[in-house]
């Protein structure tokens, strides 16, 4: 099974430009994903949609997914908001007003979190959203499970971005998880940033942004000193794949610019690819 990301896509951040320049960056995400070979399976979007929770983002969002043609499925990040949201994407499920729902595919069972706190950078998982993931968990525990949700509950050493790992909300996601062997991986966004790590035992995939990213500084940041660091740069729009190969999760980090090529498959590499799919067990 194969799946396509993309994430913090912050649609609206020049709301008054018919040519902004993250719809431009979308677009060209979006175009590279559909060019694939093979075409994924579905298309994550992991929040951060638009970036100031208005109704017309949403709009423009659903217009730039329409040339999708695999099912896309969204879950909301921290400049969503839930009621402008549900009003252009009504079928989206929401139990007690959360954005939560389950999607389940031939191989995985794919759980999608709500982690927002309106008005809150920061993450958030109260009791009502806990109880909702216990039951999922709890209703079957043979097939293997990947938390698709914005916010990451790690450390990321980004000390400007990151989750501290004592926030409340963090263990009571880490309690609903505990004892539940299914939940294989985790896909996230929020940190504009392509991040490989573990949370506890489950795999995390942290793809970078359709918006620009996130510049790269593992120093210490004074909020009382300005110290002139790059903060934001203008990187090429992002994408991942997350590959299930029935075991576990392969995510590949990838962006949407054209990229040099150096060398082709033809006659004069077809004896090196024989070469490696000899070595391989039948």
């Known amino acids: 099974m194969l799946m396509a990301q993309i994430t913090d896509i912050h649609l609206g951040f020049d709301p008054d430009n018919p040519a902004e320049f993250n719809r431009k960056r979308l677009d060209q995400a979006i175009k590279a994903i559909c060019a694939m070979t093979p075409q994924p399976d579905l298309?994550?979007?992991?929040?951060?949609?638009?970036?100031?929770?208005?109704?017309?983002s949403y709009q423009r969002l659903e217009n730039a997914l329409s040339v999708v043609p695999f099912p896309v499925h969204m879950c909301l990040g921290n400049h969503d908001l839930r009621a402008p949201f549900r009003k252009?994407?009504?079928?989206?499920?929401?139990?007690?007003?959360?954005?939560q729902y389950e999607v389940d595919t031939a191989e995985l069972r794919l759980l999608f979190l709500d982690t927002l706190?309106?008005?809150?950078?920061?993450?958030?998982?109260?009791?009502?959203?806990?109880?909702?993931?216990?039951?999922?968990?709890?209703?079957?525990?043979?097939?293997?499970?990947?938390?698709?949700l914005h916010h990451p509950p790690v450390e990321s050493g980004i000390e400007w971005m990151t989750t501290h790992p004592d926030e409340p909300w963090v263990s009571r996601l880490a309690e609903t998880v505990a004892g539940h062997d299914q939940v294989k991986g985790m896909i996230t966004g929020h940190l504009h940033r392509n991040i490989s790590t573990w949370w506890g035992d489950v795999s995390l995939a942290i793809c970078a942004s359709t918006a620009p990213q996130v510049a790269l500084d593992?120093?210490?940041?004074?909020?009382?000193?300005?110290?002139?660091?790059?903060?934001?740069?203008?990187?090429?729009?992002?994408?991942?794949?997350?590959?299930?190969?029935?075991?576990?999760?392969?995510?590949?980090f990838e962006n949407a610019e054209e990229h040099v090529m150096l060398a082709r498959y033809d006659e004069n590499l077809q004896p090196l690819v024989r070469a490696l799919l000899a070595e391989r067990p039948e």
């Open 43 to 56: 298309l994550l979007a992991t929040g951060d949609l638009v970036d100031r929770g208005d109704q017309e």
């Open 117 to 148: 706190e309106e008005g809150r950078h920061g993450g958030a998982f109260c009791e009502t959203r806990a109880a909702w993931l216990s039951a999922r968990l709890s209703e079957q525990t043979d097939k293997p499970v990947i938390l698709i």
């Open 88 to 99: 252009q994407f009504p079928d989206v499920p929401a139990p007690d007003g959360f954005v």
């Open 218 to 252: 593992l120093s210490a940041i004074d909020p009382e000193n300005p110290d002139g660091r790059n903060m934001i740069v203008a990187d090429p729009p992002a994408i991942a794949l997350h590959y299930w190969n029935g075991r576990q999760l392969i995510s590949h």
